[in-house]
């Protein structure tokens, strides 16, 4: 082993344009710490907010919130695990377990904390899960946050049962996950995508119902329809401004909706009649803890899942993954390998 990584560190003022690889001392894994030699990660939209600088961080942060890889070196006094052990990182490294806290979710992978971009990282030994038997660390680097979101989401937080319905959003990383698991788990999904390729693809991978949000813009009532009138149980919110009433609109009278993030520009306006009279749910989440993560690991094992994976890329081309992304042109997720 050299003592010389390769890594991402982000730029005085971040940009798609000016992402470089760069290298530098291979960190030592200090007491209770792990390095680890990463293999891959993957992107998602936070990533991407982060990289373009939307998300302000100081210049040499490393981006990227989804690492998977090897044990490279144990520190002081680590447990537990052993050199060569196939391991993924975590989104939040201190929240491993329990309800979220300030405290154990102000370190954030890729943002306030180092993330994956880089061929070495130290990590606490304790933000670790062991991969999936027989995944590759391609795959095993889309479970720590798009596949992580998408269990939460339909389990923890949603906590739907066979039978249930769902709206998913669009075929990007987490709606395809949340769509895999549910079909496992027996939920009824209705998707809404741009392109009738996609939801032809999405339809092949156990989608129930498929709507193009492009040519039937008002797609609540078209939804509300294919639940016989009644509305899904939970919706997943990822439009803003763009889906929020209408996704609200979709849900059954006392529905669920989770919002987890926005692709497009500006806050929604609350639809407060509609929420209100329907006593709708609403409620935010972020990814979710290590404890989480090693019960998702069990489960897509349990049930034989496997990511969908788009596209991979080599880490010098980080920008053009991201660019790849940005397109629509994808669908599930886009992996990187180092
Ligand atoms: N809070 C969390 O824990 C968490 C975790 C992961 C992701 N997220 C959020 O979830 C969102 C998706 O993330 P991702 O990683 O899956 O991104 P992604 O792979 O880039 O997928 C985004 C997809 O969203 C769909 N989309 C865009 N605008 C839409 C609209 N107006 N209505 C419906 N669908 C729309 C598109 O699907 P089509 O091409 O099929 O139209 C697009 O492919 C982002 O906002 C991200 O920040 C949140």
Not at 1 to 9: L, Q, W
Not at 170 to 176: E, N, P, Q, R
Request: overall charge negative.
């Amino acid at each position: 082993m050299t003592d010389v990584r390769n890594f991402i560190g982000l730029a005085e003022r971040p940009s798609l344009d000016n992402i470089a690889v760069t290298q530098g001392p291979i960190p030592v894994p200090g007491p209770g710490e792990v390095l680890l030699r990463i293999r891959a990660t993957s992107l998602n939209y936070h990533d991407y907010l982060v990289v373009a600088g939307f998300i302000p961080q100081p210049a040499g942060r490393i981006p990227m919130s989804d690492g998977a890889g090897e044990i490279a070196a144990l520190g002081a006094g680590v447990e537990g695990w052993r050199v060569g052990d196939r391991v993924m990182g975590a989104f939040f490294p201190d929240w491993v377990d329990g309800p979220p806290t300030d405290a154990n979710n102000g370190a954030i992978s890729g943002e306030t904390a180092d993330g994956f971009a880089a061929d070495h990282v130290v990590v606490p030994a304790y933000s670790l899960c062991a991969m999936p038997t027989g995944w590759s660390f391609a795959e095993a680097a889309t479970l720590p946050c798009a596949g992580l979101t998408a269990w939460r989401a339909l389990q923890v937080e949603g906590r739907l049962e066979a039978g249930a319905t769902v709206l998913l959003p669009g075929s990007g990383g987490l709606s395809v996950f949340m769509l895999q698991i549910a079909k496992a788990i027996g939920i009824r999904t209705v998707m809404i995508s741009s392109s009738d390729d996609k939801l032809a693809r999405l339809k092949e991978l156990g989608a129930d119902h498929g709507i193009n949000y492009r040519t039937v813009p008002d797609w609540a009532p078209a939804v509300r329809d294919l639940t016989g009138g009644r509305g899904v149980d939970l919706a997943l919110d990822i439009g803003g401004q763009s889906t929020f009433a209408r996704s609200v609109a979709a849900c059954r009278m006392g529905g669920h909706l989770l919002v987890v993030g926005s692709t497009s520009n500006g806050a929604p306006e609350l639809p407060l009649r509609d929420v209100v009279m329907r006593h709708i749910r609403i409620g935010g989440m972020a990814v979710g803890s290590v404890a989480h993560l090693a019960d998702l690991a069990r489960f897509v094992e349990a049930h034989a899942i496997r990511p969908v994976i788009d596209r991979d890329f080599p880490l010098a081309e980080l920008g053009a993954a991201f660019r790849h992304q940005l397109s629509g042109a994808h669908m599930g997720k886009i992996t990187v390998s180092l």
